[in-house]
Each structure stands twice: as structure tokens, then as C-alpha cells.
């Protein structure tokens, strides 16, 4: 069965890596993890300042994570906002029940924890179904697009 827990700082070497992996999936000319210890302080940033950052572990073993950041709304500050940046089940441990329970527990530390809003978005060739988004209660708001220019 697979475990959420929250992310601590022995998860950070391992979190590091696997932010390398979702990079390159990402697939972009520059990489969003150009820098060890840049994503190292970042990651460890949610950590220590109570935004949302879970491990999903199989038989002990961590294969996946999710991570956000708590933040008010650029248009109205009244709206406290949980924005996920990140969401990355290893590929062996995929189709199995680590990317649904990770988002299950992401939505209910959310909710919490007083979010009123929770934005989530998909890569464009995530294996995630976006039924699964919208049967849990998101809905389909805008969609995002990236012109690389350099």
C-alpha cells in the first residue's frame, strides 16, 4: 500500500533527483533544474516555511511527490491560493495508486490548512487523465502554453 507523508529534510537528496528527472520530461531548452543547490534550497524552502510538500512511499520506498506553495492572489490578496508546481510519480510506480493519493492529500492539507483556492495543472504528455482532476471536484479554467524563445 502506498504511504503520504510530508516531506523532511532527509527526502532532499532524493527529491533533488528525482526534480532533475521531471525536468527532463518537462523537456524544455532550459532546464528548470539547472542547479543542484539552487533546487536543493528551493525544495527544502517548502519545507521549512509550511507549504505543501508530500513523498509517496511503496514498501518504504519513496516514489513520488508533490509539492505547492501557499500564496495570495495576484488580483484580489483575499484569496489564499495552494498552487501545486510540481507533481512526479517515478515511471515504475506509475498506474498504481501513488499519483492519486498524493493529489488526495494534497487537496485535503489545502483544505486544511484554509486554501480557497487549489490550482493544479497537467504537462502536456502527463499519463494523468484530466477526468481524474475534474471527477475530484477541479474544473477546466484556462490552459497554459510555452513559447520558448531562447
Known amino acids: 500500500m502506498t504511504k503520504i507523508?510530508?516531506?523532511?529534510?532527509?527526502d532532499l537528496d532524493w527529491l533533488v533527483d528525482q526534480a532533475e528527472e521531471f525536468s527532463k520530461f518537462f523537456g524544455s531548452k532550459k532546464s528548470l533544474f539547472p542547479d543542484r543547490d539552487?533546487?536543493?534550497?528551493?525544495?527544502?524552502?517548502?519545507?521549512?516555511n509550511n507549504h505543501i510538500l508530500l513523498v509517496a512511499l511503496k514498501d518504504d520506498l519513496p516514489v513520488g511527490f508533490i509539492g505547492g506553495y501557499f500564496t495570495p492572489h495576484p488580483f484580489n490578496p483575499s484569496i489564499r491560493t495552494l498552487v501545486e508546481t510540481f507533481w512526479w510519480?517515478?515511471?515504475e510506480a506509475r498506474g498504481?495508486?501513488?499519483?492519486?493519493?498524493?493529489?488526495q492529500n494534497f487537496v485535503e492539507l489545502g483544505k486544511e490548512e484554509k486554501a480557497d483556492?487549489?490550482?493544479v495543472s497537467l504537462e502536456a504528455h502527463s499519463p494523468v487523465n484530466p477526468d481524474v482532476l475534474e471527477s475530484r471536484g477541479f474544473k477546466l479554467?484556462?490552459?497554459?502554453?510555452?513559447?520558448?524563445?531562447?
Open 96 to 103: 498504481g495508486s501513488a499519483g492519486f493519493r498524493l493529489l
Open 38 to 48: 539552487f533546487a536543493r534550497n528551493g525544495l527544502k524552502s517548502l519545507i521549512d
Open 141 to 150: 479554467q484556462e490552459r497554459s502554453f510555452l513559447m520558448e524563445v531562447s
Open 117 to 119: 483556492w487549489i490550482v
Open 5 to 10: 507523508r510530508r516531506a523532511c529534510l532527509e
Open 89 to 91: 510519480v517515478i515511471p
